[in-house]
Nanobody, 125 residues
Framework: QVQLVESGGGLVQAGGSLRLSCADS????????LGWFHQAPGKEREFVAA????????SYADSVKGRFTISRDNAKNTVYLQMNSLKPEATAVYYC??????????????????WGQGTQVTVSS
């Protein structure tokens, strides 16, 4: 049974930073691409960032390029999302997702098989 558990969400002022973590219980963690998506109330789930199994390839939504960094530590079965210069529009539930996803499909939520329960990020203005 795959289990993805996110942590690190919270309340932060605009311009501040947060680091999200997602721990994965599988021993085959490095076989899977990991992605971060977010979903604001009343909106669809949107792609934020993704990283390949070995960490060599990353992808970002245009809205977060230069401010967010995705990374992974395969020895700890954990993926991170460092979020800097946060804006109020980043307020959403952030989800971690895993799957055998080709780089061409990183931005597609349905390409991922496993999902965490989400962690709330709130950015105040």
């Amino acid at each position: 049974q795959v289990q993805l558990v996110e942590s690190g969400g919270g309340l932060v002022q605009a311009g501040g930073s947060l680091r999200l973590s997602c721990a994965d219980s599988r021993r085959t963690f490095s076989d899977y691409a990991l992605g971060w998506f977010h979903q604001a109330p009343g909106k669809e789930r949107e792609f934020v960032a993704a990283i390949s199994g070995n960490g060599g390839t990353t992808s970002y939504a245009d809205s977060v390029k230069g401010r967010f960094t995705i990374s992974r530590d395969n020895a700890k079965n954990t993926v991170y999302l460092q979020m800097n210069s946060l804006k109020p529009e980043a307020t959403a539930v952030y989800y971690c997702a895993a799957g055998r996803v080709p780089a061409t499909s990183y931005r597609t939520a349905r390409a991922y098989i496993y999902w965490g329960q989400g962690t709330q990020v709130t950015v105040s203005s």
